[in-house]
């Protein structure tokens, strides 16, 4: 059976390989030769996750999967949440986005957030959705190297490093995609 997975992450496409059951076969977007921007215009995070997973479908006839990650930080409502990636601009700068982040929270002692992520499955004309949370906090300044997007300034809640200080390995265990992806596996498995 062949299952999209509407990324064109190799890496995240790779993991995500070596959990499913070996009778699915998962195809990038390179691999059914989408090469359009798929549109994200969806004011939520699940209806962002579901859009794309639609598109797919629709377009491609392929069933398929597709995730949406925000970052939600409590004492701004919220934000950036579904805007994360274009917090600081169009360009989806990560630096611009974190220096954003530090400095609307400066001063503030709530620097409670969560990451969270929304894996919508479109397969055999129903459409699941799988929600994973990681909580934590905003740090006041970029700490660690590794990682991407927001890690530098997410310490996860249990933890005194940040994202971008932990070990891949660690991170994986406890991430919020980890947790959405974990869901999907089960479905898929029964
Ligand atoms: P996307 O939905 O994976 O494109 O992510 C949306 C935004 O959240 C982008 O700015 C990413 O850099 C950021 N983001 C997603 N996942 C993570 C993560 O695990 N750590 C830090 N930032 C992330």
Redesign the pocket.
């Known amino acids: 059976m062949k299952l999209v997975f509407a990324t064109n992450n190799l890496n995240k496409l790779k993991e995500v390989q070596s959990l499913v059951p070996s009778h699915i076969e998962l195809l990038s977007l390179s691999d059914i030769n989408c090469a359009e921007d798929i549109p994200e215009t969806s004011p939520t ?1 699940e209806g ?1 996750a579901i859009q794309k997973a639609t598109y797919i479908k629709e377009r491609y006839g392929y069933d398929c999967f597709a ?5 939600e930080v409590v004492a701004l409502n919220n934000e950036p949440g579904v805007y ?2 274009r ?1 600081a601009g169009a360009a ?1 700068d ?1 630096t611009a ?1 974190m220096d954003k982040l530090l400095r609307e929270l400066s001063g503030d002692k709530n620097r409670k957030a969560q ?1 969270k ?1 929304v894996i919508a499955l479109h397969i055999n004309n129903k459409t699941e959705t799988f929600t994973g949370i990681c909580t934590g906090s905003i740090t006041e300044k970029k700490r660690g190297t590794d ?5 530098p300034i ?1 310490q996860p809640e249990g933890y005194d490093k940040t ?1 971008a200080e932990l070990p891949l390995e660690e ?1 994986n265990k406890i ?3 980890a947790k959405a992806v974990h869901q999907l596996i089960r479905y898929l498995k029964n």
């Open positions: 995070i962002n995730d949406d990650t925000g970052l994360s990636a917090y989806k990560s986005n990451f992520t990682g991407f997007g927001y890690d997410f994202f991170k991430s919020h995609r």
